[in-house]
T-cell receptor, first 116, second 115 residues
Framework: AQKVTQAQTEISVVEKEDVTLDCVYETRDTTYYLFWYKQPPSGELVFLIRRNSFDEQNEISGRYSWNFQKSTSSFNFTITASQVVDSAVYFCALSEAMDSSYKLIFGSGTRLLVRP | GAGVSQSPSNKVTEKGKDVELRCDPISGHTALYWYRQSLGQGLEFLIYFQGNSAPDKSGLPSDRFSAERTGGSVSTLTIQRTQQEDSAVYLC?????????????FGPGTRLLVL
């Protein structure tokens, strides 16, 4: 069955530190998509990135980078030089191609607190 | 353009009453999803609409929950005879097409409290 695990419930760092949020997934499908969303205190889920199972290239967007490794079924997210505005709950999610509704299966989220 | 909007933002109701939650997807988006976010269960899928039809209702927790979508746009999630365990944030999302890997964009949610 499909499953997403975010083992880190809460992480606290001091501003300017680098931080990595872990995501491990399980799926039987060979074609799938992985997502990261940010949920700031306002509550709205903000899309950050989408990655398909055939593209293992790492991606960098400003201070954000993502490391996708099929061999370990992981899709980790690193924030470099963290800032207070990065404080939020971050969710990793999986969508399978064989699921006709393409619904998102979410991990339990990691709460990141960046202290000044 | 405008994002996904939901109303009301907050709803407090008494146990046993019916509630209706509304979602306006991004204009032109054909796929619409309802999710629920609660402390105990995390973020869980409820129902998926493709146009006006709902081919996947597998996440609805009981027959007290129903949803409809009209005109391929606005959707309403109805909870009948609310229970305290229905207290949660109900999130709506839409995507441009019903296609694998399509990104879902979320609304701000409706926070429901059942007393």
């Amino acid at each position: 069955a499909q499953k997403v695990t975010q083992a880190q419930t809460e992480i606290s760092v001091v501003e300017k530190e680098d931080v990595t949020l872990d995501c491990v997934y399980e799926t039987r499908d060979t074609t799938y998509y992985l997502f990261w969303y940010k949920q700031p205190p306002s509550g709205e889920l903000v899309f950050l990135i989408r990655r398909n199972s055939f593209d293992e290239q790492n991606e960098i967007s400003g201070r954000y980078s993502w490391n996708f490794q099929k061999s370990t079924s992981s899709f980790n997210f690193t924030i470099t030089a963290s800032q207070v505005v990065d404080s939020a709950v971050y969710f990793c999610a999986l969508s399978e191609a064989m699921d006709s509704s393409y619904k998102l299966i979410f991990g339990s989220g990691t709460r990141l607190l960046v202290r000044p | 353009g405008a994002g996904v909007s939901q109303s009301p933002s907050n709803k407090v109701t008494e146990k046993g009453k019916d509630v209706e939650l509304r979602c306006d997807p991004i204009s032109g988006h054909t796929a619409l999803y309802w999710y629920r976010q609660s402390l105990g269960q995390g973020l869980e899928f409820l129902i998926y609409f493709q146009g006006n039809s709902a081919p996947d209702k597998s996440g609805l927790p009981s027959d007290r929950f129903s949803a409809e979508r009209t005109g391929g746009s606005v959707s309403t999630l109805t909870i009948q005879r609310t229970q305290q365990e229905d207290s949660a944030v109900y999130l709506c999302a839409s995507s441009l097409a019903s296609r694998k890997g399509e990104t879902q964009y979320f609304g701000p949610g409706t926070r429901l409290l059942v007393l």
